[in-house]
């Protein structure tokens, strides 16, 4: 049985050449035009962009982290003052990841010494590595009910169950949210994919129970929630298809593509390819953690509507800053040659940043460590992601996206 659409998704355009489509998602804060690029608050702000500057900007969503929030300030709190919404005073369409992912980054990343999550899952919080090594020994351990787990801020003992996930979520108020999943690592062997992969599906359908159970309930700040399921299955092929199948199967308002996306482009790509096609094509699928330029492509042409991604705020606070040109569209501030650079980051930019400011004094801001700096910088590059997204939308609906994949990537 389908559950009720908190969420309508329409279908603009299909594009003829490839499996790319242009949409809109409704929800309960506003329309998401797709496909479209959701910015990361994982602690229900973008890091050091205040929420009133981000609607100028053309931003259309953003992703908070559930088990960031239910550790500080907690959902009772933000329930309190009126959810996410209420609390943030961002008022447009937003979603809450479930924490799963950070019980995958806290439990197997630490397990296996990987220490460089980053690379394995784009999408890292950096705080996140650093818990890793952060001395609380083994930090989560995975039992059938859910993930038990102790507070990266005070080492208090925790417990993510499928279902307390959920109420966490309600009380959180996103119009987006999402299921308790196991993320596995690409160290992990076939087995214990297939068996995560398993218990991902289990805790899928309690979740799906629960969320049911408390639609309609008084008093929570969004009763308009929609629940995406997430595939999982690592970069195994036949791992992918079911899970897709499976998920698809018990019937959400959405779906998401999670976990391991393999250890190259190249592995993502067959990811997408393998699942994309087994969701169903009237609602709308989010591709997690993924961002860079040259994936959102790969990511759009396979059928992908929304994404979020972590690192076009980070790169930024970086130094490093989106401009179109040159093999990957970037430059790192900090470089000497930008000392007395008198032109804007990007001369076609259209920000509040490369109106007023040259290369030459945002390099100085940085390399003086000026706060200033990484609100402008975090700025450009996501005007810059949101314009390039409008650009892909455009080209869509003309059929012609392959064209501007290759005038943004003449050699892919
Ligand atoms: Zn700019």
Not at 141 to 170: K, Y
Not at 328 to 335: A, F
Not at 349 to 360: K, L, Q, V
Request: contains cysteine; neutral net charge; aromatic residues 6%.
């Amino acid at each position: 049985m389908e559950t009720a659409n908190a969420l309508s998704f329409v279908i603009d355009h299909h594009e003829r050449t490839s499996a790319a489509r242009t949409g809109r998602l409704a929800t309960a804060h506003g329309v998401v035009r797709t496909p479209a690029f959701v910015a990361v608050a994982t602690r229900a702000s973008v890091k050091a962009v205040e929420p009133a500057a981000l609607r100028p900007l053309g931003l259309q969503a953003v992703i908070a982290n559930t088990y960031h929030l239910h550790l500080r300030p907690g959902e009772e709190a933000i329930a309190r003052l009126g959810g996410l919404h209420g609390f943030s005073g961002w008022d447009g369409p937003t979603m809450t990841d479930s924490g799963g992912f950070q019980v995958f980054s806290l439990g197997a990343g630490k397990e296996h010494g990987v220490g460089k999550v980053a690379s394995i899952f784009p999408g890292a919080d950096p705080d996140e590595r650093r818990a890793q090594s952060g001395g609380h020994g083994s930090l989560v351990r995975l039992r059938e009910d859910g993930a038990a787990f102790r507070s990266i801020i005070d080492g208090s003992l925790r417990q993510f169950t499928p279902e307390s996930v959920i109420t966490i979520q309600r009380m959180l108020g996103a119009d987006i949210i999402l299921p308790l999943d196991e993320c596995t690592s690409p160290l992990h062997d076939r087995a214990y994919t297939a068996a995560a992969m398993e218990r991902t599906h289990r805790w899928a359908r309690r979740a799906l129970a629960a969320f049911r159970l408390l639609d309609g309930e008084p008093g929570v700040p969004n009763p308009r929630q929609a629940l995406y399921g997430i595939v999982q299955g690592g970069a195994y092929e036949a791992l992918r298809i079911r899970s897709a199948a499976e998920i698809s199967a018990i019937g959400f308002d959405g779906y998401a593509i999670g976990g391991s996306l393999g250890r190259s482009k190249d592995d993502m790509r067959c990811v997408l390819e393998w699942t994309v096609p087994r969701l169903p094509d009237d609602r709308p699928r989010h591709l997690l953690g993924i961002g860079e330029i040259e994936d959102l492509f790969a990511a759009v042409e396979r059928g992908i509507d929304t994404f979020d991604c972590a690192a076009p705020t980070r790169c930024a606070r970086n130094g490093t800053v989106f401009v179109r040109g040159g093999e990957r569209h970037r430059i790192n501030l900090r470089n000497a040659r930008f000392r007395t650079d008198d032109r804007p980051i990007d001369p076609d930019c259209d920000c509040p940043t490369c109106r007023d400011h040259s290369r030459a004094y945002l390099r100085h801001l940085l390399t003086a460590r000026e706060l200033s700096f990484y609100r402008l910088a975090t700025i450009h590059n996501l005007r810059f992601i949101i314009r390039l997204m409008a650009e892909i939308r455009a080209a869509i609906e003309q059929d012609r996206l392959a064209a501007l994949h290759r005038d943004w990537f003449p050699a892919a």
